[in-house]
């Protein structure tokens, strides 16, 4: 029996589309296992000073990660062992797992050392807080997390060199069970600190369950002395991405920073609007993201351009397709998305709109973060590194001066303030300056996309242009399917008022499948491509469960 489960769990997913939905798939029950865990956080600390806490101590140790653990990514290897002999990938990653856990170790270290000062330097209203302690012992814990999952996003290219799909995104799974746990059973007995052992707890399975692949390829790093050579030419090519994603931590924790000026709670709500916001943004874009990655840097290895082209412009167009319909959707039933998902126990009904406010403006960004997602890989894959880091620097000007120019022209104009209140519908709910940072951050990112797009024909040229076709008929069957759920609710709300969890849940979920079937008929009435691919694909998926090539039925459920 359980030869058999791993059997399933490491076998290879072929096909860009089923990789790509078998991804989303696994990505669904990890973010379900997400909500689950910010449904705990909502439910037993409401938006308050606990859970900014919690998530301000995380801001450090993702600066760590993306500084130091993505110089020996997956993303700079996997084009390194895609064509290389099983020697030569053994020892490019034992060099890399070893200059990770010494170089990276270290740093972890010394900043555990001066963490009280760096700590309360960044978020200086903490330092009278009475859980003062508890956070430093906290930010202290989480700066084991980057090295763990540094570890495992180096073997972890292994994992996708083999297209062991469903491992690699099990990982996450487990990830979250581990802050679940931490959570439920240790937050009790420790406070604070035993919500970070449970991240530990869960950085450590994700590492672990890519063990049986690594194991069976020969491929388990060992602890060796880092050669300089070695190091330095993986660092020459990581450099860009490193700080691209540095830039990018960089962003949020200046936006954390401004968010935590605007009043309690205001982090903890910004915070779980972007965890739901990063939903579909798992499922959409970086599932297609992930998928592609590999064939684009073998097609590119292989110099085969035209493939190269064909991958990323199909990845591409569903990654608007999908994006489309779910933002539009989004912000239709924003409301009844965080009343289900967060609306209970202490976390109250203001709470609750202005996540909801929140949550619309950061969704309008949803298609612009994916094809920036994408466009990345692509990047990588070309070796042209470092598109994706002036991408970045751009995106993150425009997102912190866009959210500190904008809570500075509502202090100014009261005016400006009371329009993005109105509109949002959030005008009787303190702490509403947060959404001026929210709008700030989400005209980043849409202008991150845009940039994306347009450097992208030197990788691919005519790629950009080829997407204007999808873009408007996914918009297009969007709102029409937006238009047609937005009827349901009034109508709905006519009948019952949305007072009880089961009537919300009805209300939204009637709503939400009223509009994907009239977005579908118009997309099918269109004869949309990527409807067609999406059709297509699940036919091929059902037939390669059902079926052998002989005819019997597959024991592992694995064939595509």
């Known amino acids: 029996m359980v030869r058999r489960i791993l059997e399933k769990l490491t076998a290879p997913v072929r096909g860009l589309h089923q990789a790509a939905y078998v991804l989303a798939g696994l990505t669904l029950a990890s973010q379900a296992l997400a909500l689950l865990r910010d449904r705990l956080f909502a439910h037993a600390f409401g938006a308050g000073e606990v859970l900014d806490l919690y998530y301000a101590a995380f801001k450090v140790p993702d600066l760590v990660f993306a500084l130091v653990a993505s110089l020996v990514s997956a993303y700079v290897l996997i084009p390194r062992i895609a064509g290389a002999s099983k020697e030569d990938s053994r020892k490019l990653l034992s060099q890399t797992a070893s200059f990770l856990f010494i170089a990276g170790g270290a740093l972890c270290l010394a900043l555990a050392f001066f963490a009280p000062s760096i700590l309360f330097a960044l978020f200086p209203q903490t330092q009278v807080s009475p859980l003062a302690a508890d956070f430093v012992t906290l930010g202290r814990l989480l700066l084991i997390q980057p090295i763990l999952l540094g570890l495992s996003g180096i073997i972890t290219s292994v994992t996708q060199v083999e297209r062991r799909f469903v491992l690699f995104a099990l990982s996450p799974v487990l990830y ?41 390829a020969k491929l388990i ?15 020459a090519d990581s450099v860009p991405r490193s700080l691209a994603l540095a830039m990018g931590s960089l962003t949020t924790l ?17 915070t779980l609007a ?5 939903v579909p943004l798992s499922l959409i874009g970086a599932s297609y993201a992930t998928a592609a990655f590999p064939v684009l840097a073998e097609s590119i290895e292989a110099k085969k ?21 779910v933002s539009v959707l989004t912000l239709v039933l924003r409301a009844h998305i965080v009343r289900i998902l967060l609306g209970t126990g202490a976390f109250d009904w203001n709470a609750t709109r202005l996540t909801a406010a929140i949550l619309a403006l950061l969704i309008l960004a949803l298609m612009a973060q994916g094809l920036v997602l994408l466009a990345s890989r692509a990047f990588y894959a070309a070796q042209k590194s470092w598109n994706p880091l002036l991408i970045q620097i751009a995106g993150a000007i425009i997102s912190v001066a866009g959210a500190w120019g904008a809570l500075a022209l509502a202090d100014a104009v009261p005016a400006v303030r009371y329009f993005v209140e109105s509109l949002l519908r959030v005008e009787d709910v303190d702490g509403s300056g ?25 990788v691919a040229p005519g790629v950009a242009h ?34 009880t969890l089961i009537v919300i849940f009805l209300e939204g979920a009637m709503a939400g499948m009223v509009g994907l079937t009239v977005a579908g008929a118009v997309l099918f009435l269109l004869e949309n491509r990527e409807f067609k691919d999406l059709i297509d694909s699940l036919k091929r998926m ?19």
Request: glycine share 12%; hydrophobic share 60%; proline share 5%.
């Open 176 to 216: 979250n069970l581990g802050i679940i746990a931490g959570s439920v059973f240790l937050y009790p007995v420790y406070g604070l600190p035993g919500i970070g052992m449970g991240v530990v707890a869960g950085a450590v399975l994700h590492l672990l369950v890519h063990i049986p692949v690594v194991a069976k």
């Open 221 to 235: 790093p060992r602890l060796v002395i880092p050669s300089p050579r070695v190091i330095l030419s993986v660092i």
């Open 254 to 270: 200046l936006l954390i920073m401004l968010a935590a000026g605007t009043g309690k709670g205001s982090v903890s709500v910004f």
């Open 274 to 278: 972007g965890n739901l916001a990063a």
């Open 305 to 325: 351009f035209d493939a190269f082209r064909a991958t990323l412009s199909a990845a591409a167009r569903h990654i608007i397709f999908w994006s489309a319909i």
């Open 434 to 458: 947060i959404l001026l940072i929210a709008f700030g951050a989400a005209a980043g990112q849409i202008v991150t996309g845009i940039l994306a797009l347009i450097t992208l024909r030197t």
């Open 466 to 499: 080829s997407l204007l076709r999808p873009m408007f008929e996914g918009l297009g069957a969007a709102i029409l399917g937006g238009a047609a759920a937005y009827g349901v609710l009034s109508f709905a709300g006519n009948l019952a008022p949305a007072t």
């Open 542 to 560: 059902q037939v390669s469960k059902a079926l052998k090539p002989s005819g019997a039925v597959l024991s592992d459920h694995s064939a595509s």
